[in-house]
């Protein structure tokens, strides 16, 4: 919420031009290969409210359905097939939680230079039926109407209630981390 007088500018997330993946990190027979799948997340729409001057008021707030996402490791379709409905039917459970939620508003935020800004968000991750805290700092361009925000941040699937799995006949077990990363655009609406 914008303090009185203040008016932050709204954007919205061009999923077209955006970035935003899962890594998973593999224990296993198939780990000695260095096996760890990258995730994509397919389908999501966000809105971000910031202000140059007022960082401290910027916010995200970010829908994902969660049976959008995609294995986009080079592995043989029937590997890729089962890790995706491993993901969608035992681990995320789409059917039940089909949308995963993250609303945050900015704790601080400093300057990097022209147009270049550091923010340090706080907010909340519903997923698989559970909200949690999550912390989240993101490097911030703005130029003209665009916004351009990119980052990483980890979870653990156990905080969330999400079973550990594994896939490829027990070969690949994936660990409680994940590690996400952004790189999104956002521009003013017309």
């Given at each position: 919420?914008?303090?009185?007088?203040?008016?932050v500018?709204h954007?919205?997330?061009?999923?077209s031009?955006?970035?935003f993946?899962v890594?998973?990190f593999?224990?296993?027979v198939?780990?000695?290969?260095?096996h760890?799948?990258?995730?994509?997340?397919?389908?999501?729409?966000?809105?971000v409210?910031f202000?140059?001057d007022?960082?401290?008021?910027?916010?995200?707030?970010?829908r994902i359905?969660?049976?959008?996402?995609e294995?986009?490791?080079?592995?043989k379709s029937?590997?890729?097939?089962e890790m995706?409905?491993t993901m969608?039917?035992?681990?995320?459970?789409?059917?039940?939680?089909?949308e995963?939620?993250?609303e945050g508003?900015?704790t601080s935020?400093?300057?990097?230079g022209?147009?270049?800004y550091r923010?340090?968000m706080n907010?909340?991750l519903s997923?698989h039926g559970v909200?949690?805290s999550?912390?989240?700092?993101?490097q911030?361009a703005k130029?003209g109407?665009m916004l351009?925000?990119?980052g990483e941040?980890?979870?653990?699937?156990?905080?969330?209630?999400?079973?550990?799995?594994s896939?490829a006949?027990?070969?690949?077990?994936?660990?409680d981390e994940l590690?996400?990363?952004f790189?999104?655009?956002a521009?003013k609406?017309e």
């Amino acid at each position: 919420m914008a303090a009185p007088g203040v008016a932050v500018t709204h954007y919205r997330i061009d999923r077209s031009v955006s970035r935003f993946t899962v890594r998973a990190f593999s224990g296993g027979v198939l780990s000695v290969m260095g096996h760890n799948p990258t995730i994509a997340i397919r389908s999501y729409s966000g809105e971000v409210d910031f202000d140059p001057d007022h960082l401290e008021l910027a916010s995200l707030h970010l829908r994902i359905r969660a049976d959008s996402l995609e294995v986009t490791d080079d592995i043989k379709s029937k590997d890729r097939k089962e890790m995706e409905s491993t993901m969608n039917e035992k681990v995320l459970e789409s059917s039940k939680y089909p949308e995963i939620v993250f609303e945050g508003t900015a704790t601080s935020g400093e300057s990097l230079g022209e147009g270049r800004y550091r923010i340090k968000m706080n907010g909340n991750l519903s997923l698989h039926g559970v909200t949690r805290s999550l912390p989240i700092v993101a490097q911030v361009a703005k130029n003209g109407d665009m916004l351009r925000a990119y980052g990483e941040f980890s979870i653990n699937q156990s905080d969330h209630g999400i079973p550990l799995v594994s896939v490829a006949g027990g070969a690949l077990k994936i660990k409680d981390e994940l590690k996400f990363a952004f790189d999104m655009v956002a521009r003013k609406p017309e």
